[in-house]
């Protein structure tokens, strides 16, 4: 910006030099005709008036011109030429009437001023070159206007032409020496500033929580760079310490998320095992035609769901690793049908759009999928004077759906991020880990989970799974 402002100043300050010195030469140029031509006036044997200026100027002129080294012309009051001093070869550019408004202008400048120094000036431009022409009044020896006298002067322009440039690259050159000059200072200053900051650097992206972390030595700092490195070597005593106790903390919350996991999957098969029961006790009959079917339809479930627990606790001797997912083909409609019909609940409905869905699925995992939405739908309308759940079955393109709604309380919005977290709960009582394993299980077999959820109006959990497993 120094540069090209210092330029910018450079280059007007040479303009404006120009223009002084020409202005200065022409105002010489033109005293010195001025002072040839009274001469003249004064020695010849005419009678100074326009019609003798041509026989009074017949052969001075030419020698005025030579000395004084610039061409001029002398025209009658009226502007029409009377003679010049210009070659033979020039004559054709000789402008033989000069222009009324150079009348007006010479007039009105004349009346502003002394008589004997009032002139115009007029610029114009022909190839590059600028030439300037003055007027002024030829007086007798009585000060009277007896002609006009036209000087025509060419600009010397080398000063712009030659000097500037040569002076503004000489300023580019210091410039960009000083630039170059400036960059090396900079880059060896920076470099030793700096030192101490890289090796802070280095140690900072090192810095692990896993590792011991060695502290920064630097010899002879600042005392900026001192307060820094002391900052870093007490955070990393800090650190280390922070580090022990968080590798205890979890540690400690593994084994509670075990034993609270383990819990979970155990009391999931209980549930409908107790449901089971309780709905046989109830039904029971035993001069029902159907007994022997009821009793191997019940018996059935309470295998499934004595070999759920079996399983779950050979997974979690295992580092608590989930059953292995088996995939069988099954008909959907009577998988949740079954596992809605060991609720004893009055208010839950079950409706399916067709009599037959085949999915690729683990019973098993269907059925947990569905005891867990239902049972969730129980716990969310215990308050509600009609309460309704409604379970339902139908095919959706490629996918069978399952909803279940309930006209519960519904989940409020700044919960709705976190219902499929882990250990997240809005209930009293439990551990929040169902939808997670929920939502687990569903994408295990490339399904999806969502819901809808209005406030004091309920809400609708709907899962999809592929009719046949990608």
């Not at 037959?356 to 569905?370: E, F, N, P, S």
């Not at 909803?403 to 499929?420: C, H, L, M, Q, R």
């Amino acid at each position: 910006m120094a540069s090209i402002l210092i330029a910018g100043v450079t280059i007007y300050q040479y303009r404006e030099q120009s223009k002084e010195y020409n202005r200065d030469r022409l105002e010489r140029k033109e005293s010195q005709i001025k002072e040839s031509v009274n001469l003249t006036i004064r020695k010849t044997t005419f009678e100074p008036v326009t019609e003798n200026l041509q026989h009074i100027f017949k052969e001075e002129i030419f020698e005025i011109a030579e000395i004084q080294n610039v061409n001029f012309s002398i025209y009658d009051l009226e502007g029409q030429i009377i003679i010049d001093s210009h070659p033979l070869l020039n004559r054709d550019s000789i402008t033989k009437c000069l222009d009324a408004l150079v009348l007006q202008k010479l007039k009105v400048s004349a009346n502003q001023r002394y008589v004997e120094e009032s002139n115009h000036i007029e610029k114009s431009s022909n190839e590059k070159k600028i030439f300037r022409s003055s007027f002024t009044y030829i007086k007798d020896l009585k000060f009277r206007d007896i002609g006009i006298l036209k000087l025509e002067y060419i600009e010397d322009t080398s000063f712009e032409d030659k000097e500037l440039p040569e002076f503004l690259l000489r300023l580019a050159a210091v410039y960009v020496f000083m630039l170059i000059i400036a960059i090396i200072l900079a880059y060896f200053t920076s470099k030793y500033i700096t030192r101490s900051l890289k090796t802070i650097s280095d140690k900072l992206k090192k810095t692990d929580l896993n590792i011991r972390n060695s502290k920064i030595i630097v010899e002879n700092p600042s005392e900026e760079i001192g307060r820094l490195i002391d900052a870093y070597n007490g955070m990393i005593d800090e650190l280390e310490q922070s580090a022990a106790m968080l590798a205890k903390s979890e540690r400690e919350r593994a084994w509670r998320e075990m034993a609270k996991q383990v819990a979970h999957e155990i009391k999931n098969p209980l549930t409908p095992m107790r449901l089971s029961v309780q709905s046989f006790e109830r039904k029971f009959n035993a001069n029902d035609p159907d007994i022997k079917e009821k009793l191997t339809e019940y018996s059935q479930t309470l295998i499934q769901q004595i070999d759920t627990m079996s399983s779950i606790a050979s997974a979690f001797s295992n580092f608590a690793e989930m059953p292995a997912q088996q995939s069988e083909t099954l008909n959907v409609v009577n998988i949740v049908k079954l596992a809605v019909d060991i609720f004893n609940e009055n208010y839950i409905h079950f409706i399916a759009e067709e009599e037959k869905i085949i999915a690729k699925l683990d019973r098993t995992q269907l059925v947990r999928v569905v005891t867990n939405l239902v049972k969730n739908a129980i716990q969310a309308v215990p308050e509600v004077e009609s309460p309704r759940i409604l379970v339902t079955v139908a095919s959706e393109n490629n996918y069978v759906k399952i909803s279940v709604a309930d006209n519960g309380f519904g989940i409020a919005d700044e919960f709705k991020d976190k219902v499929f977290e882990p250990k997240f709960t809005t209930k009293t009582s439990g551990m929040g880990l169902g939808l997670g394993m929920v939502k687990n299980i569903v994408e295990t077999y490339k399904g999806s989970i969502s819901f809808t959820s209005q406030p004091n109006k309920g809400t609708v959990f709907t899962v999809r799974f592929p009719k046949e497993n990608k």
